[in-house]
């Protein structure tokens, strides 16, 4: 039977990175909400451009079509629109095929709160005041960050890519870093602490869910060989030896493993990146994503931890 929504994965998805919103968002900047509401009903069937997310969202609907039997995914619409104003995005999502079907319309106001009704692990937005407030609050988000919209429909396979500090784990050991930028006692500090793992960041709880995907699909593939697996996850941190071993500990605690890992020791993660070509790469430090290939790999931003709260104070 299907699972329970307790059970799915579950991610929220914000109408701004689903769909490319950018036109409809000038006329509400320039004519206000009253014409702003007029717009979209005038355009009602004018179907929306594909947003930084799209791909990796369409994708990750794939899941359940491999397992309806489980249906272990879902994606929720999270909108700042009216219902009467979100009937564009839902027509959209109907002509694109995509299986979203429950949604949180709140004509205006931030949607946030209203993860944890929804159990989920992730909230995806492309606005930046949504996702601090939810990191705030301590739930899962990443801001989209502006890229080419690159969807091959004969690519079925969903590559996702995390950074580990900050985003699959706490900020303990970058706090070390940041305390005096001493690499020598960040690596003394996880050699002494390498068999006590990290305490979980942001997007731990979605890496766990996504590692539940790949276990269906083991099983899948013993019960036939000529299954193709479609879920490829990548962790991409810039630690390297010694401080790769409590990355290790830290998911062997979890009972989960990425399917390629890349120490890559400060080299630049672009170099990985254009490989790996994941349809979604999480990083909590916005000098990494700049330093990214922007081009059409979609980088989102974890505003979490340390890095964070002194670029929040630098900017103040």
């Given amino acids: 039977m299907p699972f329970q929504i307790e059970q799915k994965l579950?991610?929220?998805?914000?109408?701004?990175?689903?769909?490319?919103?950018?036109?409809?968002?000038?006329?509400?900047?320039?004519?206000?909400?009253?014409?702003?509401?007029?717009?979209?009903?005038?355009?009602?069937?004018?179907?929306?451009?594909?947003?930084?997310?799209?791909?990796?969202?369409?994708?990750?609907?794939?899941?359940?079509?491999?397992?309806?039997?489980?249906?272990?995914?879902?994606?929720?619409?999270?909108?700042?629109?009216?219902?009467?104003?979100?009937?564009?995005?839902?027509?959209?999502?109907?002509?694109?095929?995509?299986?979203?079907?429950?949604?949180?319309?709140?004509?205006?106001?931030?949607?946030?709160?209203?993860?944890?009704?929804?159990?989920?692990?992730?909230?995806?937005?492309?606005?930046?005041?949504?996702?601090?407030?939810?990191?705030?609050?301590?739930?899962?988000?990443?801001?989209?960050?502006?890229?080419?919209?690159?969807?091959?429909?004969?690519?079925?396979?969903?590559?996702?890519?995390?950074?580990?500090d900050g985003v699959l784990a706490d900020d303990e050991s970058e706090s070390v870093f940041k305390r005096n930028n001493d690499l020598d006692e960040f690596h003394a500090h996880e050699t002494l602490h390498m068999t006590r793992p990290h305490g979980p960041g942001p997007l731990a709880n979605m890496f766990q869910k996504l590692s539940m995907m790949q276990r269906l699909e083991e099983r899948a593939q013993r019960r036939d060989a000529d299954y193709r697996r479609i879920v490829r996850i990548a962790i991409i941190t810039a630690r390297n030896a010694p401080s790769h071993e409590r990355v290790v500990t830290t998911l062997k605690s979890w009972g989960v493993s990425a399917d390629e890992t890349f120490f890559l020791g400060g080299m630049d993660k672009s170099r990985v990146l254009s490989v790996f070509k994941p349809h979604i790469f999480f990083d909590d430090q916005m000098t990494h994503l700049r330093a990214s290939p922007g081009g059409t790999i979609p980088m989102v931003h974890v505003p979490f931890g340390v890095a964070n709260r002194a670029a929040a104070v630098a900017n103040a």
């Avoid at 299986?99 to 992730?122: E, Q, T, V, W």
């Fill in 10 to 164: 579950v991610i929220g998805v914000a109408s701004s990175a689903l769909f490319d919103l950018s036109e409809s968002h000038q006329v509400y900047l320039d004519k206000g909400a009253d014409e702003y509401r007029l717009y979209q009903e005038q355009h009602l069937d004018a179907i929306l451009g594909k947003g930084v997310a799209f791909p990796f969202i369409r994708r990750f609907l794939n899941i359940n079509k491999c397992f309806p039997r489980q249906s272990p995914v879902e994606v929720v619409l999270f909108s700042r629109n009216s219902p009467e104003t979100g009937l564009r995005v839902m027509r959209s999502i109907a002509h694109y095929g995509l299986d979203i079907s429950r949604a949180a319309f709140m004509a205006g106001k931030s949607p946030y709160s209203y993860l944890p009704a929804f159990n989920a692990s992730l909230f995806l937005s492309a606005h930046e005041a949504d996702v601090k407030s939810a990191i705030d609050a301590n739930y899962p988000a990443g801001l989209v960050l502006p890229s080419q919209i690159a969807d091959e429909d004969d690519d079925l396979e969903l590559r996702v890519a995390f950074d580990f």
